[in-house]
Nanobody, 116 residues
Framework: QVQLVESGGGLAQAGGSLRLSCVAS?????MAWFRQAPGKEREFVAR????????FYADSVKGRFTISRDNAKNTLYLQMNSLKPEDTAVYFC????????????WGQGTQVTVSS
């Protein structure tokens, strides 16, 4: 069972930046970030393939957020710039255990709060 531990959440002002990290206990394939705002369903934010050469973003964060990974450290990142109050949510990282797998492993989440 792969363990995922997120960190880096906190409070930021609108227009500010935060960087989230997610450390995996072992190697994984594709990884992703999701978020869940109060009273809303969990939504996709961004994903990255194993090599880091392919990324995909939700329209709501495209151009503001950047997903990356360091496989030597088994760590996933999410650089969040130009933050908006609507980015406030609990952010979760997810990982796939095989190339064709869906999201098999989830972290516990880290809170991001953006004040206006």
């Amino acid at each position: 069972q792969v363990q995922l531990v997120e960190s880096g959440g906190g409070l930021a002002q609108a227009g500010g930046s935060l960087r989230l990290s997610c450390v995996a206990s072992e190697r994984t394939f594709s990884m992703a970030w999701f978020r869940q705002a109060p009273g809303k369903e969990r939504e996709f934010v961004a994903r990255i393939n194993w090599s880091g050469g392919s990324t995909f973003y939700a329209d709501s964060v495209k151009g503001r957020f950047t997903i990356s990974r360091d496989n030597a450290k088994n760590t996933l990142y999410l650089q969040m710039n130009s933050l908006k109050p609507e980015d406030t949510a609990v952010y979760f990282c997810a990982a796939a255990r095989a190339p064709a797998s869906t999201w098999d492993y989830w972290g516990q989440g880290t809170q991001v709060t953006v004040s206006s």
